[in-house]
Structures are given as structure tokens and as C-alpha cells.
């Protein structure tokens, strides 16, 4: 009777009722809970654990470059750029700036101006090292072309990566301002 009650757990220990419930998640999220579950039953809960959170961390690293963009600051919502057009850029970028996500910056660089770049970080939630790099690459680009580079709108993380990365030695201190607005209006009065 003791090996019919370790059976009924056992069987219990499944959940099959929960398996249902994974079609309302997608499909990634199901393929890291299905592959966990099989490897336990298949090879051990090491194993099975180790892949789970490879395959958690490929996940992440994916839905977060993927969530990074940047966008063309729109001439309607600021007129100067569009008599300023060619002379001056300005791009918002979204999400984080990492080492999944430095491509982001290079495509930036193939849409420089010819004479200020203004970046919107506002909506930067995170930088490492490697997206620090990347941006001091860019800085190092405009630098060589003869294009002024002003960034904007730095939140906290982005700002004690940008101090710690020495971005602020190497851009000038008019040109970090506190929104795209300013920035925009910064770059307006050094381009006349």
C-alpha cells in the first residue's frame, strides 16, 4: 500500500491539470517550462535546471534588444528641425543599450548630419558597458566628422554609467541637457 500512495504522489507531482494552462503563454516561456520538465524526468533536476536557465537567459537577452529602438525626433512636433534639415538630427531612443542592443547605435551612425546629432535618452532604462562603449564610439565618429554631439534626458542608471564610462570628459558640458527640447534648441543656437 505504501508504493500505491507514492505512485498517487508522484502522479500528483505533475500537475497535468497545469499543462493546459501553457497555451496562454508564448511560445518561448512554454518551450523553457516543457524542456525543463522533460530534462527532469529524462536525465535529473541539475541538468534540467542548468538548461532551464540557458534557455531563460537566451529569452531575456532577446525580448530586451528586441523591446530597443530609436525613432527620428518627428519635424512637426519640432519645427527647428525641418529648417535645419540636414544640418541637424535628433533621435529618441527606448529600452536598453547593451551588448544585445549595440546595433542600435550603429544604425544611428549611418544617419549622422552633417553638423549636430541630438540624443534622447530619455526613455534609456539601462546601459552596460558594452552600450557605453558603443556610445563612445559614436562620440568618437562625430568627433572625427566634425559633428557635435548632444545628449538629453540621461536617467540615473544611464548617467552613473555615462560618468563611470567618461563620456562627460569627452563631450562639453552644454551639450548634456535635461530634455530633447533643449537639446534641439542647443544644437539650433551652435549650428547658427
Given amino acids: 500500500s505504501l508504493a500505491a500512495i507514492l ?26 517550462m516543457l524542456s525543463v520538465f522533460f530534462l527532469t524526468i529524462i536525465l535529473d533536476l541539475t541538468v534540467a535546471i542548468q538548461v532551464g536557465l540557458l534557455l531563460a537567459f ?8 528586441s523591446l530597443s529602438r530609436y525613432e527620428a525626433a518627428s519635424n512637426t512636433d519640432f519645427p527647428d528641425l525641418q529648417t535645419h534639415q540636414g544640418k541637424i538630427a535628433a533621435f529618441r531612443i527606448y529600452g536598453a543599450i547593451f551588448f544585445g542592443a549595440v546595433k542600435l547605435l550603429e544604425n544611428i551612425e549611418k544617419e549622422l548630419p552633417s553638423q549636430t546629432l541630438v540624443l534622447d535618452m530619455k526613455n534609456v532604462i539601462y546601459i552596460d558597458v558594452s552600450g557605453m562603449d558603443a ?24 548617467y552613473e554609467m555615462a560618468v563611470r564610462g567618461g563620456l562627460f570628459e ?14 534641439i534648441s542647443t544644437a539650433v543656437s551652435q549650428s547658427s
Avoid at 569627452?170 to 537639446?183: F, H, K, M, S, T
Wanted: charged share 20%; with cysteine; proline share 4%.
Fill in 58 to 65: 537566451i529569452t531575456f537577452i532577446y525580448r530586451i534588444s
Fill in 170 to 183: 569627452r563631450v562639453p558640458q552644454d551639450c548634456i541637457q535635461a530634455d530633447l527640447q533643449q537639446g
Fill in 135 to 158: 556610445l563612445l564610439e559614436l562620440e568618437s565618429v562625430c568627433k572625427s566628422k566634425g559633428i557635435k554631439l548632444v545628449i538629453c534626458g540621461l536617467a540615473h542608471q544611464p
Fill in 7 to 32: 505512485m498517487f504522489v508522484a502522479w500528483n507531482m505533475g500537475e497535468w491539470r497545469k499543462f493546459a494552462d501553457l497555451k496562454q503563454f508564448r511560445m518561448p516561456y512554454r518551450l523553457t
